[in-house]
């Protein structure tokens, strides 16, 4: 999904549901859930829990790892990682002079 799709559904969620301005989690599932993923409601459970990992929590320890220099991604992935979060730092700093 493109940066602008997601910040413009995370705004509707936000919106109109009150409750994830607050919960992240909340609002993870929303997103989620609208882009079609069908969660069980024990799945649903367990993922507003703190009994498995968050997939934040998930994303910056893989980070953390490879920046350490351990389990290095794939040279493509890596450049594709790069060019994506230069093109999302370009495209807020946009958003920012607007």
Same mark, same amino acid.
């Given at each position: 999904?493109? *940066?602008?799709?997601?910040? $413009?559904?995370?705004?509707?969620?936000?919106?109109?549901?009150?409750?994830?301005?607050?919960?992240?989690?909340? /609002?993870?599932?929303?997103?989620? $859930?609208?882009?079609?993923?069908?969660?069980?409601?024990?799945?649903?459970?367990? *993922?507003?829990?703190?009994?498995?990992?968050?997939?934040?929590?998930?994303?910056?320890?893989? $980070?953390? /790892?490879?920046?350490?220099?351990? *389990?290095?991604?794939?040279?493509?992935?890596?450049?594709?990682?790069? /060019? /994506?979060?230069? $093109?999302?730092?370009?495209?807020?700093?946009?958003?920012?002079?607007?």
């Amino acid at each position: 999904m493109s *940066f602008n799709y997601t910040n $413009q559904e995370v705004a509707r969620i936000l919106a109109t549901d009150y409750k994830s301005r607050n919960d992240d989690k909340r /609002l993870m599932l929303r997103v989620w $859930q609208e882009e079609g993923l069908g969660l069980t409601d024990r799945q649903r459970e367990m *993922f507003m829990s703190d009994k498995i990992s968050s997939p934040e929590t998930i994303r910056r320890t893989r $980070q953390k /790892l490879q920046e350490e220099g351990k *389990f290095k991604a794939a040279k493509e992935v890596f450049n594709a990682r790069r /060019l /994506l979060a230069d $093109q999302t730092k370009y495209t807020i700093v946009q958003e920012t002079l607007l």
